[in-house]
C-alpha cells in the first residue's frame, strides 16, 4: 500500500513529498537567503518564540543519506538509531547550515547530546557547529512550580533569540505567533480525521509524509499545503488493512510504516512527534502567551519515553478507543526501550480487558538490519489483529 | 524463577583490611535492627543514588539506596532470582538491571529469604528525574510497594563549564554553580523537607543537619587523605578489592559518627602498611584504574592480575570520589545550598563531559597509573557518559585505556575469559612495552 498512486497525484501532496524528502535542501535554502536559522532538537522547542523574533524554526532530523560514521565514532552504543542520526546532521550533514542550535529535555537523550555538542566544540573547534543553547524543562510533574520553572525557561530561552536576533520579541509578536501556529496545529488535526476508522482516506506512510513534510515549510504554507491535501485527500480511497496504534521510536522517515502497511496494517495513529503527537493541543490564547506555551508542555498527551506509567495506561486507553485500533504495536529501537516498562501495565489495563492484541517489536536499528523479517512480524500482525477483532 | 549460573572462576575477593571486614559487619548488624523498626511503625526509605541521604540522616529516617542493594544482591550472587520474579511478571529481565533489581525485590513473594534477612517494605520513595527508564521502574516500584508514596526530585542542568572543579568543591562551591541552579537545588530541598515532615510528623532540626555535614565533612577527609596515600606509595598499601566495600558500605552511612570514625581506621590502617611497608600487592609493578562500576558480583577479578602480571587495581570512583567531591566547608550561612551544590554536581563530575574525563586524567596522574580500564554498563540505556571524549584524553595524555562492555548486576551475563583476555591484553601489549622503553 505504502504512497498510494492517488496521493502521489496531487499537487499539494507532491508539495509536501518534495519539503519531507529533501531537508537538506530546505535548510541550503535558508542559508542561501540569509535566513536566521534555528535548528531545533528537541520536541517541545516552542516554535512560537522563535518565530516572534523573526528567525526560522527548522527541526532537525537524522541523516539517512548513508553510514553514520561519525556518530558511531563518537557516540556510546547505548545511542539508539535516532540519536546516531541526529548526531550524524548535526556534526557532519549540518556543519556550516546555521549558526544556532536549540536543544531541550523532551528525552534524555536531547540533554546528553547537548553536553556532548558542547564538549566537541570545546575540543575540536574548528568545526562548524552552531551556538547551542538549552531550555532545561520539568515535562512531567503536573504542578504549579513546573509551571513556574517552565515559564522561567521559555523567557530564558526569549532572551536569547533577541541577542541572537538582534529583534526584541513582543507580547503582540508571540501572540500573533501563536494564532499562526495554532492554525498550523488545527490544519493537521483536520487533515488526520481522516485516519479514523468511518472514512479512513489516509494511511500512515502518507499521514507522516503530510506532516512531517509540513514541519520543514515556511509556517504560513505550511498551513495551505495541508489545508490544500486535506480537502486532496478526501477523495483519495478508503484504507483498508488492520488498524494499528504506534507507539515508541519516534519514525523520521516512512521506512518502517511503508513495510508494515504493504503488509497489511494500517497505522492510524502514533505517539511520537513526527506525528499526531506534534500537534495534539494548541496554546490557549486567553492567558499571557509565556504562560499558554508553558502550560501546554504539561498538556499534551505522554510521551512514550517520559510519561508515567499510570499517563501512558490512561492514555493508552483514550487513543485506541479515538482511533479503533485493531492492534496496539511497541516498536522499539536498540537502547531506546523505555517504552518496554509500560507495555504490561498497558496490556493488563487496556488491552486484555477490551480484547484488543498487542506486538512487541524491539532492538531495531538503521539501517534495518532485516527488513524481511520485519515484514513478516507485521504480515502476523495484521493477521493477530484482525482474529483479536 | 531463574536460576544463577554456576560460577567456575573464583568471585570472592582477597581481603586484606579489617576496615573492609568491619564495614561488611556493621552493615549487616545495621541491617537486622532495620526490619524491627519499620514493623515498628518507623518510615522506611528507598532512595535512588543521587538522592540528598544527608536529609534523611538529620531527620533519623533509614533508607537504603536501591543502585547500593543491587551491588549487595549482585555480591550475594542472587540478582538472577530476581530478574526471574520480573521475567515472570511480564517485564524484561535483560535491561537496566542496575536499577530494575529493586523492582525484582519488590515482587518477591519470600523478601525475607533476601540478602540480610530481606529489604523490609518502604513507606517511601524517593526518585529523581534523571533517566526516563529509571522514573518507570520507581513508578512500577512504587505500585508494588503499595504503602509507598513516591515523592520525584528533580533535576537543572549546569551551563557553566568550570574546569579543574575539585579546586573550587570544598571552599568555592557557589562559584561552580550558576545562581539559578543554586536556588533550584535549595528549594528542592525545601520542598523534600516539607514532604518528610508531613509524612512523617518529624520536625527537620538545622542543628543536627549541621551536625551531619560536619560528620560528612570528617569523614571525606580521611578518605582524601587514604586516597592520597595510595596515589603516592608506590608499590601501593591497598587495592581497590579492599577500598570499594571499605568506602561503599559506609558510604551509606555518611553523615554519622561510626562512618566518619570508620574513615578514620580505614586511614590509620593504610598508614600503617605504608609505615610497616606491608603493601597489598607486594610485586607491584603496574597500576590500574578501573573507571565504571563496580564489580560486585566477582570482586576477585581485580585479584586475577596481581600474582600473574604484578598488575594491581588502586583506582576506583568510590574513594576518589568521596575524595574530592563531597567536602562542603563554610556553609554556615546556608548548609542546604551547600548540599545541594554536593547531590546536584556529584552525577555532572561522574556523567558528564567535560568534568569527568579531566577529573579522571588528574586521578590518573595523582595515582601513577599505567593503564586504564573503563566499565561501560552493557544494558543500561542511560549509558552514556561521552566514552570518546574520556578515552581521548586519557589516551593523549599517555594513559592507555581498555574498554570492557559488561553487566555489573547481572552475574550470569560475564564472560571471565574474555574480560581476562581484554585486561591481559592492555597489560601485555599496551602497558609492559611502554614501561621497557
Known amino acids: 500500500m505504502a504512497i498510494r498512486k492517488e496521493a502521489a497525484a496531487g499537487k499539494a501532496f ?68 535516532i540519536w546516531k542520526g541526529l548526531w550524524e546532521s548535526l556534526a557532519e550533514d549540518y556543519a556550516g547550515l546555521a549558526d544556532y542550535c536549540v536543544f531541550c529535555g523532551s528525552s534524555d537523550m536531547f540533554l546528553k547530546l547537548y553536553y556532548y555538542f558542547r564538549t566537541l566544540k570545546r575540543i575540536e573547534p574548528e568545526r562548524k557547529l ?42 503582540a509578536g508571540l501572540k500573533e505567533a501563536i ?112 504562560s499558554a506555551l508553558a502550560e501546554r508542555l504539561i498538556t499534551r498527551m505522554p510521551s512514550s519515553e517520559k510519561g508515567s506509567i499510570k499517563e501512558r495506561v490512561k492514555f493508552a486507553g483514550e487513543k485506541l478507543n479515538e482511533t479503533q485500533a485493531e492492534l496496539f504495536l511497541t516498536y522499539m529501537n536498540k537502547n531506546d526501550e523505555a517504552y518496554v516498562w509500560d507495555l504490561p501495565s498497558i496490556k493488563r489495563n487496556v488491552l486484555e480487558p477490551n480484547g484488543i492484541a498487542s506486538c512487541t517489536i524491539e532492538g531495531q536499528t538503521w539501517p534495518l538490519t532485516d527488513p524481511e523479517g520485519l515484514k513478516a512480524k507485521f504480515a502476523e500482525m495484521a493477521k493477530l489483529g484482525k482474529e483479536a477483532k | 524463577m531463574a536460576e544463577e549460573k554456576k560460577q567456575t572462576y573464583e568471585t570472592r575477593s582477597i581481603k586484606r583490611l579489617e576496615s573492609s571486614k568491619t564495614a561488611s559487619a556493621y552493615q549487616k548488624q545495621w541491617f537486622h535492627t532495620l526490619r524491627p523498626r519499620v514493623e515498628a511503625g518507623e518510615p522506611f526509605a528507598l532512595l535512588c543514588a543521587d538522592a540528598p541521604m544527608e536529609i534523611f540522616r538529620a531527620m533519623d529516617i533509614p533508607f537504603v539506596v ?134 512523617t510528623g518529624r520536625m527537620f532540626d538545622m542543628n543536627k543537619f549541621r551536625e551531619v555535614m560536619d560528620n560528612v565533612n570528617e569523614q571525606d577527609y580521611w578518605y582524601r587523605k587514604t586516597r592520597d596515600l595510595i596515589a603516592e606509595n608506590k608499590p601501593a598499601p591497598a ?49 590500574l584504574m578501573w573507571i565504571g562500576r563496580g564489580l560486585w558480583f566477582n570482586l576477585a577479578f581485580y ?31 546556608n548548609p542546604l545550598r551547600a548540599l545541594g551544590t554536593r547531590f546536584s554536581m556529584i552525577t555532572d563530575f561522574l556523567h558528564m563531559p567535560p568534568w569527568n574525563a579531566e577529573w579522571f586524567l588528574k586521578e590518573a596522574r595523582h595515582n601513577q597509573i599505567d593503564g586504564v580500564v573503563l566499565l561501560t554498563s552493557e544494558n543500561c540505556m542511560n549509558n552514556g557518559d561521552f566514552y570518546y571524549n574520556i578515552v581521548k584524553t586519557l589516551e593523549d595524555n599517555g594513559f592507555p585505556v581498555c574498554m570492557l562492555r559488561a553487566d555489573p548486576a547481572d552475574a550470569k551475563k560475564w564472560n571471565q575469559e574474555t574480560m581476562t583476555a581484554a585486561v591481559e591484553d592492555l597489560i601485555v601489549n599496551r602497558i609492559e612495552p611502554k614501561l621497557k622503553k
Not at chain 1, 503536573?142 to 541577542?163: D, G, V
Request: charged share 30%; proline share 4%; with cysteine.
Open chain 1, 179 to 290: 494564532g499562526l501556529c495554532n492554525e498550523y496545529r488545527q490544519a493537521l488535526r483536520a487533515f488526520t480525521e481522516l485516519r479514523k476508522k468511518d472514512n479512513c482516506r489516509v494511511n500512515g506512510s502518507e499521514a507522516l509524509m503530510v506532516i512531517g513534510g509540513s514541519m520543514f515549510m515556511d509556517r504560513k504554507a505550511a498551513v495551505e499545503a495541508v489545508k490544500a491535501v486535506t480537502e486532496e485527500a478526501a477523495a483519495w480511497p478508503v484504507v483498508e488493512g488492520t488498524r494499528v496504534y504506534y507507539a515508541g521510536s519516534p519514525q523520521e522517515t516512512t521506512e518502517v510504516y511503508e513495510i508494515a502497511e504493504a503488509s497489511g496494517c494500517c497505522v492510524v495513529g502514533e505517539d511520537h512527534d513526527m506525528g499526531d503527537r506534534m500537534f495534539d493541543t494548541d496554546v490557549r490564547t486567553d492567558i499571557a502567551p509565556v
Open chain 1, 14 to 81: 507532491a508539495a509536501l513529498k518534495e519539503a519531507y524528502g529533501n531537508r537538506k535542501a530546505v535548510l541550503q535554502d535558508l542559508r542561501k537567503k540569509g535566513a536566521k536559522t534555528v535548528l531545533v532538537a528537541g520536541y517541545d522547542v516552542p516554535d512560537e518564540a522563535v518565530l516572534a523574533a523573526g528567525m526560522v524554526p527548522f527541526r532537525v532530523t537524522g541523516y539517512y543519506g548513508g553510514p553514520r560514521e561519525s556518530a558511531e565514532k563518537y557516540l556510546e552504543y547505548s545511542f539508539g538509531a
Open chain 2, 66 to 199: 536501591y543502585q547500593w542493594w543491587t551491588a549487595i544482591c549482585a555480591a550475594k550472587q542472587m540478582s538472577g532470582t530476581y530478574y526471574g520474579y520480573m521475567k515472570d511478571a511480564g517485564y524484561r529481565d535483560d535491561i537496566c538491571s542496575y536499577c530494575s533489581t529493586i523492582y525484582g525485590c519488590a515482587l518477591d513473594p519470600h523478601p525475607e529469604e533476601g540478602p540480610w534477612g530481606g529489604l523490609p517494605e518502604p513507606s517511601i520513595i524517593i526518585t529523581q528525574s534523571e533517566c526516563s527508564v529509571m522514573s518507570k521502574i520507581e513508578n512500577l516500584m512504587a505500585e508494588a510497594y503499595d504503602h509507598a508514596e513516591q515523592y520525584t526530585m528533580h533535576r537543572y542542568h549546569e551551563p557553566v563549564i568550570t574546569e579543574n572543579w575539585w579546586d573550587k568543591a570544598f571552599e568555592h562551591y557557589t562559584e561552580l554553580s550558576s545562581p539559578e541552579r543554586l536556588d533550584f537545588y535549595e528549594r528542592e530541598l525545601r520542598d523534600l523537607i516539607a514532604f518528610l515532615e508531613q509524612k
Open chain 2, 239 to 287: 587495592v581497590i578489592s579492599d577500598t570499594v566495600n571499605a568506602v561503599m558500605q559506609a558510604q551509606w552511612q555518611r553523615g554519622t559518627k561510626w562512618a566518619a570514625e570508620h574513615a578514620k581506621g580505614l586511614y590509620e590502617e593504610v598508614k600503617q602498611r605504608v609505615d610497616e611497608n606491608n603493601p597489598a600487592v607486594p610485586n607491584e609493578r603496574i597500576r
Open chain 1, 130 to 171: 552552531p551556538e547551542f543553547f538549552y531550555i532545561d524543562y520539568e515535562l512531567v510533574d503536573k504542578k504549579l512550580k513546573t509551571q513556574e520553572r517552565n515559564e522561567r525557561e521559555i523567557n530564558r530561552f526569549i532572551a536569547q533569540l533577541e541577542a541572537w536576533s538582534g529583534n526584541k520579541v513582543t507580547e
Open chain 2, 303 to 333: 585479584n586475577y592480575f596481581e600474582e600473574k602480571y604484578g598488575a594491581a587495581f588502586i583506582w576506583s570512583m568510590y574513594l576518589g570520589l568521596a575524595a574530592d567531591a563531597y567536602g562542603r566547608f563554610n556553609y554556615e550561612d
